[in-house]
Structures are given as C-alpha cells and as structure tokens.
C-alpha cells in the first residue's frame, strides 16, 4: 500500500492572510468623497483545536479500518497531503487540499482518497463526507481505505480470475458499507453521522472497473483522445443536494448496481474528482477535457479554463520534478463562492501523453 509522501505535502495549518476572492458586492459601489474601501477579508488556515478521531474511538477506529488513526489523524491537520505511487505501468497520483472554509474555522478537512496496488493492478478511491454529518471525515476515510483494500484482497486471495473483477467490487462495495455499520454500532453514533460519497476505480489484469455513489466527477481517457464519463452525478433537485449516502439505506445498492467493467486496452487514463474540483470546473464533461491537458502541459495563455476560474500554479504537474507537491499546488486554484475540500486522483498509462493529444 502506498505511504503519504511527507516530503510532498504542503505547508501545515496556521499560516493566515490569503486575500479572499469569493467575497460577493460590486465593485462598483460609490464611497463617500475621501472614504477609503473596506480592506478584503482574510482566509485564516487554522489548525483544527478538535481530534480528527475522539480518543476513545481510536480501537474502535483500528478494529474497522487497521492502520488508518496514524496515516488519516496526521493528514488531516496539513492543508495538502496525497500519494504517489506506480503499478502494472501506470502512475497513480492523489491530491487531497482542505477547503480554504474548514481552514478558516480551523475544521479538518471533510474529503478522503486512499491507493493501493498489487500484482497486475491498482485500485483507488475518493470520498467527500457530508458536511452536515458529524463525523463524515471518518465515514469517508473508513469507506476508501476499506473498499481499495478488500478489492485488493478479494482479487489476490481466491478470486484472482481475469472475469472476477466485477464481483470483486461488489464485494468491496459490501465491505466498505460494512464497515461504516459497524463503526456506527461501535461508538454509538447514527449511520447519518458518518454519510459519505465514494467514486472507485480499479485496474486488474487488463481490464478496468469503476463504481459510484453520490457526487462527485469521474473521467476516462481512451487511446484515441476521447473521454467517457462513466456517471453523471446522482444529485437531487437543487445543487448540491446529494440523494445518497453511504452508509444510508439503499446507498449499497446504487453504488453495487453502477459498476462497470470494460477492457482496458482502448484506456489510457483515469481521473476520480471529488465535488471541490467538479463545481469549479462545471459543467464537468465539457471542461474535463482542459482540465487533464492542463495537468499534463499547465496553463498557457489561451487555455478556455472556465469562467472566473484563477489558476495558482500554472505549470505541468505530470512533467514536475516533484508532481504530488505539484497537485497540491494545483488545487489551490480559485473561483469566487468555490471554498470546499478538493481531491482528485489521475492514473495514467505509457500512451496516456500522446492519446490526449489526439483527442
């Protein structure tokens, strides 16, 4: 399983003093003679004064979720984290920032994303907990470190054949809900306490599988340039509004019921964004396409980057020397009224640089 890269990951909370560029008012509001402008308000970045994990639910949390208090407590006070990692030839790459709100109320960030590979495969996914859910930091860590590693253990121990891929993530859906359940029964809180999306990807063997619930934007990239996009977002009336959950009722069965599984050798990249990045970049299927140019080749002067949208870094993050601190970076892009968590995952194959430009 790939570790955080500690040296990747970015500045950790308390530095302040970002100009805030999502302030709503005119600019062209007449002052009185003399009077000077209101000063812009300041983001703060402050460090969370409250646990990632209550103390006495960290043996509930390792029973469920083995390993992650040390890895998910530690990520969870810096601004960015992700991993790096490579597997069967592809680069898998994850970026998870706070959002500049839960940093300015000193909150931990609500989004998760977790990696792991074994022989012949990969698997990745990204989570964005509910806001009005208590503890969804914990929901969504529990659910995408469970659903990687029992789709792990699921294709090495027994169901290792090459058309076992499907049931595997089905199996892992199942996991992953379980898990919640459990830590639910555990320490006593409310299945609505722990409400989680979750967006999965996983490769075996040649062939990909993909599953999602909730919100969230996922896109493949093929060979010859084009991009798919398995889901639209399973959003209710109004935006933002996400019909489910894990571990709701019947969330289980929408996440089961959406898994795909296709041949993988027309594939040559794989993206998993959570709403942070989806919102600022909507509507996705048209702007996805610059969005995994950009990450490949930055921001030249003529990009079509979507209306309002500011880019901090502005360089290749792919051709980086250093391409996870690079992400980070890049998802501190910003877009007035857009202040949630962002996390995006990019797994790209060998062709993945010349098919995109085909496209």
């Not at 006593?188 to 040649?206: E, I, K, N, Q």
């Not at 959570?274 to 003529?302: K, N």
């Amino acid at each position: 399983m790939p570790s955080p890269d500690a040296a990747a990951v970015a500045a950790a909370a308390g530095v302040g003093g970002t100009p805030d560029t999502s302030e709503t008012g005119s600019a062209s509001t007449t002052l009185p003679a003399g009077a000077e402008p209101p000063p812009r308000p300041i983001w703060n970045a402050l460090a969370p004064t409250a646990p990632w994990c209550p103390a006495e639910w960290r043996e509930h949390l390792e029973a469920v979720a083995p390993g992650l208090f040390a890895t998910g407590s530690a990520a969870a006070v810096y601004e960015a984290t992700g991993t790096h990692a490579r597997a069967d030839g592809w680069s898998l790459l994850l970026g998870l920032r706070r959002g500049r709100l839960h940093a300015h109320r000193g909150d931990h960030r609500e989004d998760a994303g977790h990696l792991v590979d074994f022989s012949r495969g990969w698997c990745a996914a990204v989570a964005d907990g509910a806001g009005s859910a208590t503890y969804s930091r914990l929901g969504a860590a529990i659910a995408t470190v469970t659903v990687t590693q029992a789709l792990r253990d699921a294709v090495q121990h027994g169901h290792a054949a090459r058309d076992a891929l499907g049931p595997a993530m089905r199996h892992a859906a199942q996991m992953a809900n379980d898990r919640l359940q459990d830590f639910a029964a555990r320490v006593g809180v409310a299945l609505r306490d722990l409400r989680t999306t979750l967006l999965v990807a996983a490769w075996h063997d040649g062939l990909l599988a993909v599953m999602q619930v909730g919100d969230g934007a996922m896109a493949v990239v093929h060979t010859d340039g084009a991009l798919s996009h398995p889901f639209t977002a399973a959003t209710g009336d109004f935006s933002g509004e996400v019909t489910h959950f894990l571990p709701d009722d019947g969330a289980l069965a929408v996440l089961q019921s959406s898994i795909r599984v296709q041949p993988g050798d027309q594939v040559s990249g794989v993206l998993l964004a959570s709403d942070g990045v989806e919102d600022p970049w909507y509507p996705f299927t048209r702007h996805a396409r610059v969005l995994v140019t950009t990450l490949r080749d930055g921001i030249a002067g003529e990009t079509p980057l979507p209306a309002a949208l500011i880019p901090v870094f502005t360089g290749s993050v792919l051709r980086a020397a250093d391409p996870l601190h690079a992400l980070t970076e890049w998802l501190a892009f910003e877009k007035r009224g857009e202040n949630d968590d962002r996390t995006l995952c990019l797994a790209t194959a060998s062709g993945f640089a010349t098919s995109i430009s085909n496209g």
